[in-house]
């Protein structure tokens, strides 16, 4: 089993910034990518930033040039850097982790941190 504890989450004004932290504990091993997901209310879950073992990035088109997603693969943590936060961004942002086990993929989901972007 594998434990996603996501932290950082809060109150911002628009243009402010906030910093998520995700560490991973458990059976981390085969892990091919870590990142993080968003969901508004009313909303469906959607892709925010994931990055692979080999740190590849990958960004939601919402929020390239402003969110930066990064990786501690020693410590098995993801970070989401997020600056110019938009009141569209409001959303409980959930950490996710993709490992491979026998050639299938298993997916797990941290309990999610809200973060609320208003003046």
């Known amino acids: 089993q594998v434990h996603l504890v996501e932290s950082g989450g809060g109150l911002v004004q628009p243009g402010g910034s906030l910093r998520l932290s995700c560490a991973a504990s458990g059976s981390i091993f085969r892990v091919n990518a870590m990142g993080w997901y968003r969901q508004a209310s009313g909303r469906e879950r959607e892709l925010v930033a994931t990055?692979?073992?080999?740190?590849?990035?990958n960004y939601a088109d919402s929020v390239k040039g402003r969110f930066t997603i990064s990786g501690d693969n020693g410590e098995n943590t993801v970070y989401l850097q997020m600056n110019s936060l938009k009141p569209e961004d409001t959303a409980v942002y959930y950490c996710?982790?993709?490992?491979?086990?026998?050639?299938?993929?298993?997916?797990?989901w941290g309990q999610g941190a809200q973060v609320t972007v208003s003046s």
């Open positions: 996710w982790l993709e490992r491979e086990v026998a050639r299938n993929m298993f997916h797990f």
């Open positions: 990055i692979t073992s080999v740190g590849r990035t």
